[in-house]
């Protein structure tokens, strides 16, 4: 076995068939994968879920994970926020030339620990080979299914004046971590990626009862760009309060340092949640006994006024709209 | 509007919701993806096939399609080689910064017109863009989703001794097209991909209730390399005749200039079936039908001789083993 990658082993013959059987395969076995058809096919029953995204997050390694655990995360992340039961996982890869061999195999390691600790499947796969130069060392696609439990009806369209926010813990970790690993830089403290599946999470929040309006994880455009996308799809306004919002002192010094908005840092392994008044108290109760939740937070509460805007209360009293973010602050963050 | 990408349309942010509202939305208008949830979220039940699939053909465009075409019908060919009837696909970009807006726009034309006939809806997406330099162009990840009928059940694994092997028509115009254009090449004749979604060529067969054990769309590493993979799978040999074997003169030329064998150039509008013995002519009288296989041919049977090698008897009258291709002879062609 060669050492790097080759073109042929994207090529569909003999190469590639010896990476798959040697190297993916052992590590994912489960009888659908095995069969090797070009489509793996399976018995469901029930309201679906199904979503895509492609990670090309740079450097592929990174302070509390890699592009693998993150390709598992993601995916099942944006299964579990329109509150579906994550099942089975595609796993895409784009690989350039020369990529080592052995960072492949640590990469699907991890594809295959974090697929283990969600509970879901790899079922389907791809691999292409593009000569060097043509990719940044790796990309990975994962599209993913889930069953969506009777009676969950979860959109970010669904916010209503009066339900409160509340974010699930800590921000902008993730975005940091990979941009410090990137560009070397170190900051005291060091700061890890919170890359995490939180369809557990998820489902000890469903299992409350209580009424969940909006889920959604901040990745790309962070927590202001969550909340002005449920703003805008919910046709109402949320006022947020920046005194309680939790923020790692690590992170706080790295964005003033940095002149980043913690609001516009990608986060992956968090949650925003806007939910009945009346029910939030019990849902904060069960988010801050998992794990992944123990920082949870009400941030604060959807409103009739400005409409489709996000305002914030500064530490400082005064009031400041929240917006989208409109450059990119950080490129291939996942 | 830009009249190129930049790094912000994949930010997560204004620019990115502007480019996905105002060029994608538009053309794949329907309730699932109009929604811009995290997942789409449907009803279905039954026997689901799942597939992925990236693509990153070079050139974009080229003779008989483009990117855009072939992320579409492959895809929908790989649930259709299921059995499957394909419903849902999802479609993530991976753009190099300073792409083309018009081309991107071309490319997302395709999709749409190629979704359309084959009557699948395109119901979730990801966009990320990549420094300039971090990919060649554009590469596009489709994912799927089919149902498969009750009483279907078709593997690679199937094959039994008597079987008949029939392939949809001519092979390798995909490979050889796409290459011409790649390296400036000019055959007499031109030469198109014969890139299509096979989906409905499928119904029909399957309306006949003729056995159908075995079925594959021979891309990456040509008839060779499905026949061998059959082969593999299904423990038996299969044995087929050259001169049975469609292949256009022009090909045919193109491959004896560029030292190619044919059995080994892709194709993506073609597929082999596999069927039992007394039922292979009515499913071919009923492929001749079809506009997508009215050069339908029966190439040759499965053996209980040389289990797990394909043998070919050749125009001379001698028989080659035929094996799966080892190196790579075309990168990049899907």
Redesign the interface.
């Known amino acids: 076995m060669e050492d790097k990658i080759?073109?042929?082993h994207?090529?569909?013959?003999?190469?590639?068939?010896d990476l798959i059987s040697k190297n993916f395969l052992p590590l994912f076995r489960n009888p659908l994968l095995d069969?090797?058809?070009?489509?793996?096919?399976?018995?469901?029953?029930?309201?679906?879920?199904?979503?895509?995204?492609?990670?090309?997050v740079?450097p592929v390694f990174f302070p509390g994970g890699d592009i693998g655990k993150l390709a598992v995360c993601g995916t099942v992340?944006?299964?579990a926020?329109?509150g579906?039961t994550p099942l089975?996982l595609?796993?895409?890869?784009?690989i350039e030339e020369g990529f080592p061999l052995a960072d492949l195999q640590r990469v699907m390691k991890s594809v295959q620990s974090a697929a283990e600790e969600a509970e879901v499947q790899v079922?389907?796969?791809?691999t292409?080979?593009?000569?060097r130069?043509?990719?940044?060392g790796l990309?990975i696609?994962t599209?993913?299914?889930?069953v969506?439990p009777r009676g969950v009806d979860?959109?970010?369209?669904s916010a209503r004046p009066g339900d409160r926010v509340v974010i699930s813990g800590t921000i902008g970790e993730h975005g940091i971590a990979v941009m410090s690993q990137r560009e070397g830089l170190r900051f005291s403290g060091s700061i890890e990626s919170d890359c995490a599946s939180l369809n557990k999470l998820v489902a000890d929040m469903l299992a409350t009862g209580g009424r969940i309006h909006c889920l959604?994880?901040p990745?790309?455009?962070g927590l202001a760009?969550t909340l002005n996308?449920f703003a805008a799809?919910s046709g109402a306004g949320i006022k947020i309060t920046e005194e309680a919002i939790p923020v790692q002192d690590a992170v706080h010094a790295a964005c003033e340092l940095l002149g980043f908005d913690p609001l516009h840092v990608?986060n992956e392994g968090k949650l925003v949640v806007i939910v009945d008044r009346d029910d939030a108290e019990k849902v904060l109760a069960k988010m801050r006994r998992n794990r992944l939740g123990k920082q949870s937070a009400i941030i604060g509460e959807v409103v009739a006024e400005h409409p489709g805007r996000v305002v914030m209360e500064t530490c400082l009293g005064a009031s400041r709209i929240v917006?989208?973010?409109?450059?990119?602050?950080l490129?291939?963050i996942c």
């Not at 994207?10 to 068939?17: C, E, N, R, T």
């Not at 599209?143 to 889930?146: D, K, L, M, P, S």
């Open positions: 080759l073109l042929a994207g090529s569909g013959g003999k190469l590639s068939h069969k090797l058809d070009d489509a793996a096919v399976f018995e469901l029953n029930g309201r679906l879920a199904f979503t895509t995204d492609s990670y090309v740079n992340n944006d299964l926020m329109s579906a089975y595609s796993v895409a890869l784009v079922i389907t796969g791809d292409k080979v593009v000569n130069g043509s990719a940044d990309f696609n599209a993913g299914i889930g969506v979860i959109s970010g369209a959604r994880d990745t790309r455009g760009g996308e799809q990608a917006d989208m973010p409109v450059g990119e602050l490129p291939r």
